[in-house]
C-alpha cells in the first residue's frame, strides 16, 4: 500500500487492520515522509526514486506475487515501479483516485482540481515551502467529498500525519509528478495486468468524468465508483472499499455493492 502526497502509511491504519486479517499488508513510506529520517537513507523525493524503494522493499521481503495498491501519488509511483521494473513480484495493480496526467493540456481536462495548468503547478509547489501548514491545511480540506464537513478523528489524522512530513521532499515529489504525463503509457504498463480503478464520485481533487475516460482507455480494467467519496474512499466508505478490494484481490465477479 503506497500513501499520497503529504500524507503517510497511518492514514491506512483501519485498511490495514482490516485486511491483515487474511493479506499479507506492507506499506510503505515516499521519500521525506512519515518515519523516514534515517540519515543514511538517500532516496531522491521523486516517483522514480520511491518506484526504486519499492522495488528494494519487495525484494528484500521475498514478495513475488504482490497487488500494489497505491492512492493518489501513491498510485503513480506503482506505475512507475511497473514501467521500471515490470511484472516482477507483481500480479495486480490498485490505483486509488489518481489522474494520469495531473495538468491542463488542449485535450485534457481531467486536471488536478479540475483547472490545475502549468503555471499553477508551479505556484502549487512554492506554496509548499512557503506556508507548509497553510499547504497540508488545504490539501487535506479538499480530500474530503464535495458538500461534506469531515469528521474530527480522520481530518485530525491526516493534518498531523502531513505535518510529519520533510516540505522540501513534498515540494520535490508535487513538481515531479505534474511534469509526468501517463495517458499514453498506462495502457502499456497495466496491460494484461489485472488492474481496478477505485474513484471517488465527489472527489474536489479530480472532479471531472476521470474515471469514464479511464474505463474508455482500459476497457479491460475494472473500474469502481464511490458515489458517497470525494479523493478518501478508504475513509469515506470504508467497508465498502474493504469489500471491493477483497473481491478483486480473490478474483470475483463482481464486488458486493
Keep these: 500500500m503506497l500513501p499520497g502526497l503529504a500524507a503517510t502509511s497511518r492514514v491506512f491504519d483501519g485498511t490495514v487492520r482490516d485486511l491483515s486479517r487474511d493479506h499479507r499488508v506492507i506499506t510503505l513510506e515516499l ?9 543514511a537513507d538517500d532516496t531522491p523525493a521523486t516517483v522514480s526514486g520511491a518506484a526504486g524503494a519499492l522495488h528494494t522493499l519487495l525484494d528484500r521481503l521475498g514478495v513475488t506475487e ?3 495498491l497505491g492512492w493518489s501519488l501513491g498510485a503513480t509511483v506503482a506505475y512507475a ?3 521500471r521494473f515490470g511484472r516482477k513480484h507483481v500480479r495486480a495493480l490498485v490505483s486509488v483516485d489518481q489522474s494520469p496526467r495531473l495538468v491542463l493540456d488542449r485535450d485534457w481536462p481531467h486536471a488536478a482540481f479540475g483547472a490545475l495548468d502549468e503555471d499553477g503547478a508551479r505556484d502549487l509547489a512554492r506554496g ?7 499547504f497540508t491545511a488545504n490539501l487535506v480540506g479538499g480530500s474530503f467529498a464535495a458538500g461534506t464537513e469531515p469528521a474530527a478523528e480522520p481530518h485530525g489524522l ?3 500525519e502531513a505535518l510529519r512530513c520533510d516540505p522540501v521532499a513534498v515540494r ?5 509528478v505534474t511534469g509526468q504525463d501517463w495517458r499514453e503509457r498506462l495502457p502499456l504498463v497495466t496491460s494484461s495486468l489485472p488492474t481496478l480503478f477505485l474513484h ?4 474536489r481533487v479530480y472532479p471531472t468524468a476521470l474515471g469514464r475516460w479511464l474505463g474508455d482507455t482500459l476497457p479491460s480494467a475494472r473500474l469502481e465508483v464511490f458515489d458517497s467519496s470525494g479523493h478518501l474512499p478508504f475513509l469515506e ?3 465498502r472499499f474493504l469489500r471491493t478490494v477483497r473481491a478483486f484481490t480473490a478474483h470475483d465477479k463482481e464486488p458486493t455493492p
Excluded: C, I, K
Excluded at 521519500?31 to 540519515?39: A, F, I, K
Excluded at 509548499?128 to 497553510?134: C, E, L, P, S
Design 237 to 239: 466508505e470504508p467497508e
Design 200 to 203: 471517488g464520485a465527489r472527489s
Design 66 to 68: 504482490a497487488t500494489l
Design 128 to 134: 509548499v515551502t512557503a506556508d507548509f501548514a497553510a
Design 81 to 83: 515501479y511497473l514501467e
Design 172 to 176: 520535490s515529489l508535487l513538481a515531479d
Design 158 to 160: 491526516l493534518v498531523s
Design 31 to 39: 521519500p521525506g515522509h512519515g518515519d523516514r529520517t534515517d540519515p
